[in-house]
Antibody, heavy 118, light 112 residues
C-alpha cells in the first residue's frame, strides 16, 4: 500500500519561502506511469493544483503560481518537495501531496496546514 | 485556468438518489473521458471515488456511479447514507490551459 506523508514548517513568515517534503513509502517514486503532485486547499475553499513532477524530473506548474513554485524529486530518498517563494497570507492553506495518473489521484498524504503570518 | 462548475450544495434523504453535476467545455469535460470524482470529509484528504468518467477504484461502493453527456459529467449516489455527507469535487483533463488538469468548484452533499 502506497503511503505519502507531508512534512515541513507549519508557520512561515510573509515574503519567505514555504518548503515541504513528501515522503513516499510502500512504493518507488521511480515507478513509471505516475506523477507526484502538490495540491492545496485554502481554509473552507476548494482544491487547487499547484503542480506535479515525474520521477525523470519533468515538471508542470499551475500558471497562476508558476513564477513562485519549484517542485523537485529525490529518488534516492523516495521523496519529492515543494518550494513556494515570496509567500503571503493568501498562501495559507492545507497542502497535500499525492500520486496521480491523469486527473486521478488515488493516494494522498494526510495534508499539512501551513500558515503564513509574522 | 477556470474551474469546472458544480452546484454549491445538493441534499437528499437517506435511501434516496442524488446527482451532482460538473459542467465544463469541449476543451475539458466534453472533449476527453478523463473525469474524476473525489469525496472529502471535514479535515480529511480527498478520496478518489470515480476515474475516467465511470470507473470505480477497488473498494469504492457501487452506490457511486459516474457518467457524462456533452460537456457535463455527473456523479450519482444511490441509496444515500449518512456517511455520504461530505464535499465532492470533480476533476478533468483540459487542453485549454498550460496546466493539463482542473478541479471543479465543489459540492456540499447534505443527508437530511
Amino acid at each position: 500500500q502506497v503511503q505519502l506523508q507531508e512534512s515541513g514548517p507549519g508557520l512561515v513568515k510573509p515574503s519567505q519561502t514555504l518548503s515541504l517534503t513528501c515522503t513516499v513509502s510502500g512504493g518507488s517514486i521511480s515507478s513509471g506511469g505516475y506523477y507526484w503532485s502538490w495540491i492545496r486547499q485554502h481554509p473552507g475553499k476548494g482544491l487547487e493544483w499547484i503542480g506535479y513532477i515525474y520521477y525523470s524530473g519533468s515538471t508542470y506548474y499551475n500558471p497562476s503560481l508558476k513564477s513562485r513554485v519549484t517542485i523537485s524529486v529525490d529518488t534516492s530518498k523516495n521523496q519529492f518537495s515543494l518550494k513556494l517563494s515570496s509567500v503571503t497570507a493568501a498562501d495559507t492553506a492545507v497542502y497535500y501531496c499525492a500520486r496521480g495518473r491523469g486527473p486521478s489521484s488515488i493516494y494522498w498524504g494526510q495534508g499539512t496546514l501551513v500558515t503564513v503570518s509574522s | 485556468q477556470s474551474a469546472l462548475t458544480q452546484p454549491a450544495s445538493v441534499s437528499g434523504s437517506p435511501g434516496q438518489s442524488i446527482t451532482i453535476s460538473c459542467t465544463g467545455t469541449s476543451s475539458d469535460v466534453g472533449g476527453y473521458n478523463y473525469v474524476s470524482w473525489y469525496q472529502q470529509h471535514p479535515g480529511k484528504a480527498p478520496k478518489l471515488m470515480i476515474y475516467d468518467v465511470s470507473n470505480r477504484p477497488s473498494g469504492v461502493s457501487n452506490r457511486f456511479s459516474g457518467s457524462k453527456s456533452g460537456n457535463t459529467a455527473s456523479l450519482t449516489i444511490s441509496g444515500l447514507q449518512a456517511e455520504d455527507e461530505a464535499d465532492y469535487y470533480c476533476s478533468s483533463y483540459t487542453s485549454s490551459s498550460a496546466f493539463p488538469y482542473v478541479f471543479g468548484t465543489g459540492t456540499k452533499v447534505t443527508v437530511l
